[in-house]
């Protein structure tokens, strides 16, 4: 042990050298280890400083919390009055400012330029929720968007979205302590005094069956008690519309800081709004879980309230949730989409297939994520030409979007009106209009007439219906879309032009030319302001306008002379020419925004096929050069031979110059081979 104690003591003097003994090499490291130190200090200060600039909780690391309790007014909190609680209220306010600074305006220019656009409250919520908008900033957004002219549907959304919210704050505390024997002429007597025009609407039972002391129907159940509480709350029974809707309109400018002015009467307020009973009843249903049997409501009716006990069929639980989310597979589909946006349709195909088959897996059949990628595999079938993969996978996404969304979901109608577009490519033509106008019916019962999206669904059903030959029915649903066009686009807007040239088509083939040159002057005049005169849409309505102006003098002439010369006047033939189906097919496909590729394109392959082309290309060019040279020398040696022989025949020249072969008919030859 003391020869091992040695050892170290000699080890130890000979590792610890003297100043004098300090290589260069070893001053050089130290200089290193001293100036990592000095970087260590300045970068934890630099972090400090950025932490304290970001409002971080810690000094050390970006550690951003929120603590949504901190400015409520019933919570004590431990730490109150130390640096950590201020920092944690500075969190709060940043937070509400961006809010209010750049994520509530970003989505009412989102609006504004129609790249959303909800139609009910459900897609109102999920909107703001996706752009981190709180549902308290309503009455905040709505007070932005009550004087924007083109946003009139989406204030008359939120306004409803407000009393539907303030209805159910009020309905919560209205049915605490309401006994099970009342609970359907409670709810009954709600929805009277929330809906109905009926002045007094009082409840059906009276003050003993109420408290549980009405007539037995079955004298079985003489011993049995009725399942009551002793205290019940019969305030419900006192309750007027006057008195609902005042504490309605309070409770929106308390919780939402929104008043509604100049409504001092429901039906005169939704009158004005032009809000629909029927909107506000499904979205309190939908939101409360009520249950109502499917009938014809009438509201407006002032001789007897509009709901009875028997209309209230069940109650279902509405917990709140988070939805879990397969983050791989939107991670594909969210590439798919991209190569969407870059034309690579065979690259997102295969992308959005392995999204669809990753959501199966985590979510199993049913989900309504795997009804939008159905969707979109059935658009990208049906832009590639393939009308019965597109049919197929269209008809599984409608049924997964009514069974998950619903019936009357805004994503079930968009499905209604994609089938419907392929129903009609492949001439279903009844199909196609009955699932266009259960769209429209649904929308109508969602929302109204006067949204953004009548336009389009107008426009379709108005151009199915021109392809018919159902002219007058097709002008009433194309005005309707042009004037949805000019109410939230602009009277100068491109959609607006849209319409007036669509309208002017239908008229033109009626006979109308009047009507059709009128529509056409104002598509005329929209585009050469956008565009100016030399664009090709520009040139092709100022053709438009000079065959209209032809064809109107012609039945101009006819008429005249009909005048003059009475019935055996003889009439100057015009042409009238019905739409074709492949004209109608691809205006409707350019309202939605497809765009089919062609036979010869889809040939083409795609990015990594590039090479192989080119390739490929080279090789045929050599080919047909060495047969063209083989064949130059066998008619050579055919004439050496008609010379040897005597025959002055002459030769054809299609048997000495052959037409070069086209690459486009070589692909097209070769489909099989690209696909």
């Given at each position: 042990?003391?020869?091992?104690?040695?050892?170290?003591?000699?080890?130890?003097?000979?590792?610890?050298?003297?100043?004098?003994?300090?290589?260069?090499?070893?001053?050089?490291?130290?200089?290193?280890?001293?100036?990592?130190?000095?970087?260590?200090?300045?970068?934890?200060?630099?972090?400090?400083?950025?932490?304290?600039?970001?409002?971080?909780?810690?000094?050390?690391?970006?550690?951003?919390?929120?603590?949504?309790?901190?400015?409520?007014?019933?919570?004590?909190?431990?730490?109150?009055?130390?640096?950590?609680?201020?920092?944690?209220?500075?969190?709060?306010?940043?937070?509400?400012?961006?809010?209010?600074?750049?994520?509530?305006?970003?989505?009412?220019?989102?609006?504004?330029?129609?790249?959303?656009?909800?139609?009910?409250?459900?897609?109102?919520?999920?909107?703001?929720?996706?752009?981190?908008?709180?549902?308290?900033?309503?009455?905040?957004?709505t007070a932005i968007v009550q004087n924007a002219a083109l946003?009139?549907?989406?204030?008359?959304?939120?306004?409803?979205?407000?009393?539907?919210?303030?209805?159910?704050?009020?309905?919560?505390?209205?049915?605490?302590?309401?006994?099970?024997?009342?609970?359907?002429?409670?709810?009954?007597?709600?929805?009277?005094?929330?809906?109905?025009?009926?002045?007094?609407?009082?409840?059906?039972?009276?003050?003993?069956?109420?408290?549980?002391?009405?007539?037995?129907?079955?004298?079985?159940?003489?011993?049995?008690?009725?399942?009551?509480i002793a205290n019940d709350n019969n305030g419900w029974a006192?309750?007027?519309?006057?008195?609902?809707?005042?504490?309605?309109?309070?409770?929106?400018?308390?919780?939402?800081?929104?008043?509604?002015?100049?409504?001092?009467?429901?039906?005169?307020?939704?009158?004005?709004?032009?809000?629909?009973?029927?909107?506000?009843?499904?979205?309190?249903?939908r939101r409360m879980g009520l249950q109502l049997l499917i009938?014809?409501?009438?509201?407006?009716?002032?001789?007897?309230?509009?709901?009875?006990?028997?209309?209230?069929?069940?109650?279902?639980?509405?917990?709140?949730?988070?939805?879990?989310?397969?983050?791989?597979?939107?991670?594909?589909?969210?590439?798919?989409?991209?190569?969407?946006?870059?034309?690579?349709?065979?690259?997102?195909?295969?992308?959005?297939?392995?999204?669809?088959?990753?959501?199966?897996?985590?979510?199993?059949?049913?989900?309504?994520?795997?009804?939008?990628?159905?969707?979109?595999?059935?658009?990208?079938?049906?832009?590639?030409?393939?009308?019965?993969?597109?049919?197929?996978?269209?008809?599984?996404?409608?049924?997964?979007?009514?069974?998950?969304?619903?019936?009357?979901?805004?994503?079930?109608?968009?499905?209604?009106?994609?089938?419907?577009?392929?129903?009609?490519?492949?001439?279903?033509?009844?199909?196609?209009?009955?699932?266009?106008?259960?769209?429209?019916?649904?929308?109508?019962?969602?929302?109204?007439?006067?949204?953004?999206?009548?336009?389009?669904?107008?426009?379709?059903?108005?151009?199915?219906?021109?392809?018919?030959?159902?002219?007058?029915?097709?002008?009433?649903?194309?005005?309707?879309?042009?004037?949805?066009?000019?109410?939230?686009?602009?009277?100068?807007?491109?959609?607006?032009?849209?319409?007036?040239?669509?309208?002017?088509?239908?008229?033109?083939?009626?006979?109308?030319?009047?009507?059709?040159?009128?529509?056409?002057?104002?598509?005329?005049?929209?585009?050469?302001?956008?565009?100016?005169?030399?664009?090709?849409?520009?040139?092709?309505?100022?053709?438009?306008?000079?065959?209209?102006?032809?064809?109107?003098?012609?039945?101009?002439?006819?008429?005249?002379?009909?005048?003059?010369?009475?019935?055996?006047?003889?009439?100057?033939?015009?042409?009238?020419?019905?739409?074709?189906?492949?004209?109608?097919?691809?205006?409707?496909?350019?309202?939605?925004?497809?765009?089919?590729?062609?036979?010869?394109?889809?040939?083409?392959?795609?990015?990594?096929?590039?090479?192989?082309?080119?390739?490929?290309?080279?090789?045929?060019?050599?080919?047909?050069?060495?047969?063209?040279?083989?064949?130059?020398?066998?008619?050579?040696?055919?004439?050496?031979?008609?010379?040897?022989?005597?025959?002055?025949?002459?030769?054809?020249?299609?048997?000495?110059?052959?037409?070069?072969?086209?690459?486009?008919?070589?692909?097209?030859?070769?489909?099989?081979?690209?696909?």
């Amino acid at each position: 042990m003391a020869a091992e104690k040695g050892e170290e003591e000699v080890e130890k003097t000979e590792v610890t050298p003297t100043e004098g003994d300090m290589t260069e090499q070893e001053k050089k490291l130290n200089t290193i280890s001293a100036t990592k130190e000095t970087f260590g200090e300045n970068h934890i200060d630099i972090i400090k400083k950025a932490a304290l600039f970001a409002g971080s909780l810690s000094n050390t690391e970006f550690d951003i919390r929120f603590n949504p309790d901190i400015y409520s007014d019933g919570v004590i909190h431990a730490h109150e009055g130390t640096e950590q609680f201020e920092r944690e209220k500075k969190i709060i306010i940043d937070a509400a400012h961006f809010v209010l600074g750049v994520q509530i305006p970003t989505f009412i220019r989102e609006c504004q330029e129609h790249t959303i656009a909800p139609l009910d409250g459900t897609t109102l919520t999920e909107m703001l929720h996706q752009r981190g908008i709180n549902m308290r900033y309503l009455g905040t957004v709505t007070a932005i968007v009550q004087n924007a002219a083109l946003l009139t549907y989406l204030y008359k959304l939120l306004v409803s979205e407000l009393i539907t919210r303030s209805a159910k704050h009020i309905y919560k505390t209205y049915m605490q302590g309401v006994g099970m024997v009342n609970l359907a002429a409670a709810k009954t007597q709600f929805l009277n005094c929330y809906l109905s025009s009926f002045a007094n609407p009082l409840p059906a039972k009276t003050e003993d069956e109420m408290n549980g002391y009405g007539r037995k129907k079955n004298k079985k159940k003489k011993n049995r008690t009725l399942p009551t509480i002793a205290n019940d709350n019969n305030g419900w029974a006192s309750l007027t519309p006057l008195d609902l809707w005042s504490s309605i309109k309070t409770e929106i400018k308390d919780y939402f800081h929104f008043e509604l002015e100049g409504c001092e009467d429901k039906d005169t307020m939704l009158q004005n709004l032009q809000i629909q009973k029927v909107t506000l009843l499904r979205e309190f249903c939908r939101r409360m879980g009520l249950q109502l049997l499917i009938r014809e409501y009438v509201f407006d009716g002032k001789q007897k309230p509009t709901f009875t006990e028997d209309d209230i069929l069940n109650v279902f639980p509405q917990p709140k949730h988070i939805n879990p989310v397969a983050s791989d597979a939107y991670n594909f589909y969210q590439s798919g989409q991209a190569k969407i946006q870059q034309g690579l349709y065979r690259d997102a195909t295969e992308l959005i297939q392995e999204s669809l088959n990753l959501f199966t897996n985590v979510y199993g059949p049913m989900h309504s994520e795997i009804g939008t990628c159905m969707r979109t595999l059935a658009k990208l079938h049906y832009i590639n030409a393939e009308l019965p993969e597109a049919l197929d996978m269209q008809e599984k996404a409608v049924m997964i979007s009514e069974r998950c969304n619903g019936l009357d979901h805004p994503t079930t109608m968009t499905e209604y009106m994609h089938l419907a577009l392929y129903c009609f490519a492949s001439n279903q033509v009844t199909n196609a209009l009955k699932l266009m106008y259960r769209a429209r019916y649904l929308a109508m019962l969602v929302f109204g007439e006067d949204h953004p999206e009548f336009a389009q669904i107008d426009s379709n059903i108005g151009l199915v219906l021109h392809g018919v030959g159902e002219y007058d029915l097709s002008i009433k649903f194309l005005q309707s879309a042009l004037y949805n066009s000019i109410q939230f686009h602009g009277a100068k807007s491109l959609k607006a032009a849209l319409g007036y040239h669509l309208l002017a088509r239908v008229q033109s083939c009626k006979g109308n030319f009047r009507g059709a040159l009128k529509n056409e002057k104002g598509a005329y005049q929209i585009y050469k302001q956008h565009y100016g005169e030399t664009h090709d849409k520009t040139k092709e309505s100022s053709e438009c306008l000079k065959y209209l102006t032809h064809q109107a003098v012609t039945l101009q002439k006819t008429m005249n002379e009909i005048k003059k010369a009475g019935p055996r006047a003889a009439m100057q033939p015009f042409n009238i020419t019905p739409p074709s189906f492949s004209s109608v097919l691809e205006t409707i496909d350019m309202i939605n925004g497809i765009f089919r590729i062609p036979f010869t394109v889809r040939a083409v392959p795609k990015e990594g096929g590039e090479k192989k082309t080119e390739e490929n290309g080279e090789e045929m060019a050599k080919e047909t050069k060495e047969k063209q040279t083989e064949k130059e020398k066998e008619n050579k040696q055919t004439e050496v031979k008609k010379e040897d022989e005597g025959m002055d025949e002459p030769s054809s020249p299609s048997s000495l110059e052959e037409e070069p072969s086209s690459p486009v008919s070589d692909l097209a030859s070769d489909d099989s081979v690209t696909r």
